[in-house]
């Protein structure tokens, strides 16, 4: 019982240990898989292939792509895609790291 209780406390902790979080400001309204983001601050968590933006009740999940740049990113930017009339979060680049998290369309 003691050795099934240790196991799963350790999946637990190396599940926690491979997501990611970063933090993130929008300047303008923005849209991750159809969720309509207001200007402000959200945390991005990362778990393999997905990632979910979320600040107070507002959340949006969506697949994701981590990439590493050749260089370190100066700060962290948001780059929107604003060809359908609305401007969806195509990458976001994290500052002071190589890491590049890009969103399908």
Do not use: W
């Not at 159809?34 to 200007?39: A, F």
């Not at 401007?87 to 399908?104: C, D, N, P, Y």
């Amino acid at each position: 019982m003691i050795r099934t209780f240790a196991f799963f406390l350790m999946m637990a902790a190396a599940a926690l240990a491979s997501a990611k979080s970063y933090t993130v400001n929008l300047l303008s309204p923005a849209t991750l898989n159809g969720v309509e983001l207001q200007p402000g601050e959200y945390k991005v968590d990362v778990n393999e292939q997905t990632a979910v933006i979320h600040r107070g009740k507002v959340r949006s999940e969506a697949p994701v792509k981590v990439e590493s740049g050749e260089n370190k990113y100066d700060s962290t930017t948001v780059r929107l895609d604003n060809s359908a009339g609305k401007s969806k979060i195509q990458e976001i680049r994290i500052g002071g790291t190589k890491t590049k998290l890009v969103f399908a369309m």
